[in-house]
């Protein structure tokens, strides 16, 4: 295992590793985490849903602890990677898919690629709805910027952590070590800077892939949860509107105080909405 990660397991999909983490029993949910970040996005909200599901958490390719795709890191090529993830931890049918910023994405590829994989969404500040995007993420596709802001370095690691959360007190070291420990693998760099590329500009979001998967997902009338914080610096809140009227059938819940990650700034709460939403019909 990736050396400064927390401890994980690893399943092997097309000859790479994966990381992963893998509890509980039940009907099955897939968290996926977003852009630069780890399963340990999803550690608390993990130990709360495995009480009465079969959870699982994977790194996507080129992040944590799994290994690079062989090819370009884009959008399709990460939902094929978690469908083989998938096929590798025995879940060939239906699971609920609990995606967070780029991970929401990936979760609606996976959904749009392969329906009988997708039982519903639920999308947490998720990538898809706006073009509006924290500047951070709008310099990396500057080459030059990049190379300065994608350095394993202690201050850029504790002022992207500070960027997420509205509370301080959930700027932990330990956060801050395992974005280090992510930032200091040596194709952390390039998978950022290809996923960029792949996604959007210094403009901000590309707007042709998301009008793609927004049509195939509407097409999908699949049950969709929408959570958002509202004090979100990444991702604004103001996508939650551009959300409800792309995807008019969803449930969504705005969260007041939050920010980036409600999946552990209001894990309680976000549990709730999920087994809630699990067990209403259509849900």
Do not use: K
């Not at 990381?19 to 968290?31: A, E, Q, S, W």
């Not at 914080?229 to 819940?253: F, K, T, V």
């Amino acid at each position: 295992m990736t050396v400064g990660l927390p401890p994980a397991d690893e399943h092997t999909v097309a000859g790479l590793r994966m990381r992963c983490r893998t509890t509980g029993d039940g009907p099955p949910v897939v968290l996926l985490h977003g852009i630069g970040r780890t399963l340990d996005d999803f550690t608390a909200l993990h130990a709360a849903l495995a009480r009465d599901h079969r959870v699982l958490a994977v790194d996507l390719p080129g992040h944590g602890g799994s290994a690079p795709l062989p090819g370009p890191h884009t959008l399709p090529a990460l939902a094929s990677a978690v469908a083989g993830f998938l096929d590798a931890a025995g879940v060939t049918g239906p699971a609920q898919l609990v995606g967070n910023s780029l991970g929401g994405a990936v979760a609606m590829r996976l959904a749009a690629d392969a329906p009988h994989r997708a039982a519903g969404l639920a999308l947490l500040n998720s990538a898809g709805f706006g073009r509006e995007v924290t500047v951070a993420l709008r310099l990396l596709a500057v080459p030059p910027l990049a190379r300065l802001l994608l350095r394993p370095h202690p201050a850029i690691a504790r002022r992207t952590e500070r960027a997420i959360f509205v509370d301080p007190a959930h700027v932990t070291e330990e956060r801050i070590a395992t974005a280090l420990a992510v930032a200091r693998q040596p194709h952390a760099a390039r998978v950022m800077r290809e996923l960029v590329r792949d996604l959007g500009t210094w403009r901000g979001v590309r707007p042709r892939w998301r009008a793609e998967l927004l049509d195939a997902v509407a097409a999908l009338d699949l049950p969709t949860l929408l959570v958002w914080g509202e004090r979100d610096l990444i991702l604004p809140a103001a996508h939650l509107a551009y959300a409800r009227a792309r995807l008019p059938g969803a449930r969504s819940h705005l969260f007041r105080d939050t920010g980036h990650m409600p999946q552990i700034e209001r894990t309680v709460e976000v549990a709730a909405l999920l087994r809630d939403f699990w067990a209403s019909p259509g849900g």
